[in-house]
């Protein structure tokens, strides 16, 4: 019986390193801080368009974290509803592509939108039944290793993303807008190789409702969660202030273009900065979180997201210094900083009550829900007040965040305290 339970962990393990691998390959080439607002942002020059794209990404992430929330207690095979819900929707990034193919390039925006939001709403769906599979099957001392091994090889497809771009961007007999169809295209491709490695995951036997489902009585009980879990509590608005603070990452590379006069050709080795940094912040989140704790990890992060606005205001006031000096090292950092989220997500796995556990995921996201508008804000700020004001509201954001994270208690002591 141990035997048999020992390879299902292990299955299990390297069938959700996959998926989440070949889902953050496809990630790396529908880029929210690279490559989706420089698409946008070239064929239709609004500004506002990108946030409102990356708004209703996150809008649709949360709004159907929140209306999962409720039905997955009833669920009865995680595996098998996951892997449903994924089929249903991220093939759906191969369509902007054959408009691109047919030049039909505004339309390709349209459906771009549209098949952005529908990947977050996926995205939104899964993650509380997916966080049952990783927590029921997966060994919590591997929880940080699967996610950053998960980032680790997604980058690489990430990073491959970019010497693509770079390739096409910087080579004049390509044409910048068919190079996005091929880019698309290949991104949709590992998003439909994410659903099948979900396919092979197997569930593990776990109690499960029957009958109606309250969804009243559900949200009405959900805010007594902060009260019954003392440190997740405390985590909540060191989260809030980070997820806000990031608000400025995709338009560090519309800033580098407009403000400090970057060639569309060295651009692209810009874009390529950023794809290197997420899997090695893949590894590097993962591997904080197991070998330091998830609370050093948030620690750590703030410091992440205060770095590229602060080393992009320095960009400015030193002007006689080549702005690649400044720019590789903020964009590498956007880079690493789009694996932060691991430190929440093991942090509240860990430090949660296993029956609080879907229903604080689904609390976090009713927590961080304004946050999803930040996109669009960030896109009218940099649009009517410039990105100085946008890296400085950012910068405000951070510093209390920071203060806030140093209070964090860490996983064994909330153990220990019983909190």
Known sequence: MQQQKSTLYRNNYWFLVLEGAFFMGAIGFYNAGTVIPVFINSITGSKQLVGLTLTLGSAFMYLFRLFIGPFVPHIKNHTRFTTLVMFLTRPLLLIPSIFIFNGRNQAAVIV??????????????????????????????RHGRL?????????????????????????????????????????????TLSCVMMALTKDAPHPYKTGKVNIIAYFRVLPKHLKNEKGYAKMMPVQFLFLSATMCNPFFILFAGESLAIPQNIIAKLILAQLIGVPLGGWFWGYICDRFGPHNGIRLAGFNILLPAVLSLLALVFKGISPMIFMVPVLFLVGVSSGIWACYFVY????????????????????????????????????????????????????????????LPSVNSIREKGL
């Open 112 to 141: 771009l939108i549209v098949a952005y939001a529908a990947l977050w709403a996926c995205d939104g769906m899964v993650v509380p039944v997916w966080s049952e599979v990783l927590a029921n099957t997966v060994d919590e001392n």
């Open 348 to 407: 509240t796995i860990q430090i949660v009550r296993p029956e609080s556990r879907s229903a604080c995921i689904v609390l976090t996201s009713v927590i961080t829900l304004p946050t999803a508008f930040t996109g669009y804000l960030a896109g009218y700020i940099s649009e009517k007040a410039g990105f100085v004001s946008l890296f400085i509201v950012c910068i405000t954001l951070v510093l209390p965040g920071l203060v806030l994270a140093f209070r």
């Open 147 to 191: 996610l950053g091994s998960q980032m680790l090889l997604g980058g690489l497809a990430g990073i491959g993303a970019g010497i693509l771009i770079n390739v096409f961007l910087s080579n004049p007999l390509f044409d910048s807008t068919m190079a996005y169809g091929w880019i698309f295209l290949t991104g949709g491709v590992l998003a």
